[in-house]
């Protein structure tokens, strides 16, 4: 009888000591809001109606910060790289305008402003979002903030959980991807991107994608690499943005099941069949990307000349698998890149050639014959080093 006694006694005690904890962190929750939150803000929403005015609660930085807590359990165990926390006050104080980013995504809005004396990007989760989808935005602070050192990452400077909607700062990048780049009008007085930085982003991409794949406790599965989701940044460096589609493979696992997601033509066969992806799903959609870049055409698109049936199109992938054969590289190889020429330096021939034929390796069908983005970025390195001695007036 007494041991139950003492037993019901360490129970109360402990149950005490719990609701002690959760005051106690609670309390400091209330005293971080105390030093970041501000009246509220109807008057001050009318101001011209030039930059716009966000407001948050108490509930929201909460609620936000636990969504961004149990992802980076379930990604990092909780380990992560510090990121800025930006206050309802500083995001109100940076300036921030509507800006129509070049590649327009439907479930988030974007601004630019101004912090700390220099241009920044802030995202905002639109309202019109998927509540579903609402986990890819703390998905993406959480694979973002680990990300942020990797100089070809779009970086990730803070965000801001006080709003409904998670509010996300970023490193400024102009507005030009490489979609842009490669499909840019014919007529623009812009030259093209040439063989040499078509092949340099490429590696670039390739080593921030290993690092995802190799850097971390479990691998990283990125999941929405497309043209678009590159940038090149002040110095000319390609810079890998969102990871709002990320999701790591469980520990002694070389799959994930999941819902299918990322952009036609760039998820691999495999993964779009059963649901479940693996590293090499990226290192498809690589391949593709990489395709892409190389031919100036898009990963799925409609033959110049179709047949009676209007819905007929064509994948690139196969595309290029079939003229590999009997086209010269010429023909598959991006105009631009060539400069319509129909005869092109050895060297230069040969080195087009290993990068389609690389790209194609990344998009085998069997998805244990693709190799690693490692590899991958090894290769690519190779190539770039290999290239330095074929001639400029080739390019």
Not at 261 to 271: Q, R, S
Not at 319 to 347: F, H, M, Q, S
């Amino acid at each position: 009888m007494q041991a139950k006694l003492q037993r019901e006694s360490n129970m109360s005690i402990n149950l005490a000591k719990k609701k002690s904890i959760f005051h106690e962190a609670f309390g400091s929750f209330r005293n971080i809001w105390k030093t970041c939150s501000i009246p509220k803000l109807e008057e001050d929403r009318m101001r011209s109606g030039k930059y716009m005015i966000f407001k948050g609660s108490i509930e929201n930085f909460i609620e936000n910060g636990a969504l961004a807590l149990e992802e980076s359990i379930s990604l990092f165990h909780g380990k992560t790289n510090p990121i800025r926390h930006f206050s309802v006050d500083e995001l109100n104080t940076m300036n921030l305008e509507l800006h129509t980013m070049s590649f327009k995504e439907s479930d988030v809005k974007w601004y630019k402003g101004f912090w700390d004396e220099r241009s920044v990007l802030v995202k905002e989760q639109s309202e019109k979002c998927d509540p579903n989808l609402t986990s890819g935005t703390f998905r993406e602070i959480m694979v973002a903030a680990q990300m942020s050192t990797h100089k070809n990452v779009h970086k990730l400077l803070g965000c801001c959980l006080e709003t409904k909607y998670t509010v996300l700062v970023f490193e400024w990048v102009e507005n030009v991807n490489v979609n842009d780049l490669v499909f840019r009008n014919k007529n623009e007085d812009n030259s093209p991107l040439d063989w040499r930085e078509r092949i340099r982003i490429a590696w670039e991409i390739s080593h921030a994608m290993a690092y995802l794949h190799t850097a971390f406790h479990r691998p990283i599965i990125l999941r929405s690499l497309k043209p678009q989701n590159v940038y090149l940044g002040e110095d000319n460096s390609a810079k890998l943005s969102d990871f709002s589609l990320a999701i790591s493979v469980p520990e002694g696992k070389k799959y994930v099941e999941d819902i299918v997601v990322g952009t036609c033509g760039y998820a691999a066969p495999e993964y779009v069949f059963s649901g479940m992806v693996a590293e090499s799903a990226d290192v498809y959609a690589f391949g593709v990307f990489f395709l892409v870049i190389l031919t100036g055409k898009d990963a799925v698109f409609r033959p110049i000349k179709p047949r009676k049936d209007s819905d007929v199109v064509s994948h690139l992938v196969d595309w290029v698998e079939n003229g590999l054969g009997y086209k010269c590289i010429t023909e598959i190889i991006d105009p631009a890149i060539t400069g319509n020429k129909l005869t092109l330096n050895e060297e230069l021939k040969q080195t087009l050639r290993a990068s389609i034929e690389l790209a194609l390796r990344c998009t085998a069908t069997e998805e244990d014959t693709r190799p690693t983005m490692v590899n991958v970025a090894t290769e690519l390195k190779s190539m770039i080093r290999s290239s330095e001695s074929i001639p400029e007036s080739n390019n």
